[in-house]
């Protein structure tokens, strides 16, 4: 009883899993193929999921997790706490969310470096997000993770109104400074870009799918990003 137990658990834990990594949702077929159970016991399991707070719910044959509900189980050392408290804590962004993300993790902490991380999420609290501005970075976040192409109202510097255009975006890259850009497939100029995302205006995420071609080398892109980032400072 004990080994069927574990091997519950740890199928349970396989099937979070593979849902949080697939955007897209699956099929039933495809999550009894990759837990090797049979249709009936995915069913089981998926309710099973839902009773206890994961938030799954099927659309089009698929079953998906609602991501805006959806809180991540993820075990954090104290080192990597506090490293991600002083990371979040040097970002210039205005982020509900990052201040949501601060609050948390300073549960996690021994009091004195508790007392200093609430002071932190205090002080972020007591700034004024643009919430257009957020809802237009969760929006393209959500393409970025969900593989989806997005439409953007892009403004340059040399133009008063924004200029629409598709973006296939594969990444996101924030600078030291505030900044942040959106690297991606540029359908407009047929080339890959980096969209500043202080200038998009709008932000509309599109039923079309995309996939990041294998020749696409990020880490270069990234020293690119960053060296042309130090020339300017």
């Known amino acids: 009883m004990t080994a069927r ?8 834990i396989k099937m979070e899993q593979l849902l949080f990594r697939n955007a897209a949702g699956l099929r039933a077929v495809e999550l009894a193929e990759a837990c090797d159970v049979d249709r009936r016991t995915v069913y089981r399991d998926l309710s099973l999921l839902n009773e206890v707070g994961v938030p799954i719910f099927q659309k089009d044959g698929r079953f998906c997790l609602e991501r805006e509900q959806y809180l991540a189980t993820i075990r954090l050392s104290f080192d990597e706490t506090v490293a991600l408290l002083l990371t979040a ?3 210039r962004q205005e982020n509900p969310h990052l201040t949501s993300a601060m609050a948390k993790l300073s549960q996690a902490l021994p009091d004195p470096v508790a007392a200093h991380a609430s002071v932190l999420t205090e002080l972020t609290q007591q700034q004024a997000a643009d919430a257009a501005r957020v809802e237009i970075l969760d929006t393209i976040t959500r393409a970025w993770a969900e593989q989806r192409c997005i439409k953007l109202w892009y403004r340059t510097r040399d133009e008063s109104k924004g200029r629409v255009r598709e973006v296939s975006i594969y990444f996101i890259e924030p600078k030291p400074d505030g900044a942040v850009y959106i690297v991606g497939y540029d359908s407009l100029s047929q080339r890959i870009r980096a969209f500043k995302l202080s200038r998009v205006l709008r932000a509309e995420m599109l039923q079309s799918t995309y996939q990041m071609p294998f020749h696409f080398d990020t880490k ?3 020293f690119y990003l960053r060296g042309a980032s130090k020339a300017r400072g």
């Open 5 to 12: 137990l574990t091997n519950r658990t740890e199928r349970l």
């Open 89 to 91: 804590s040097m970002s």
């Open 220 to 222: 270069r892109y990234l």
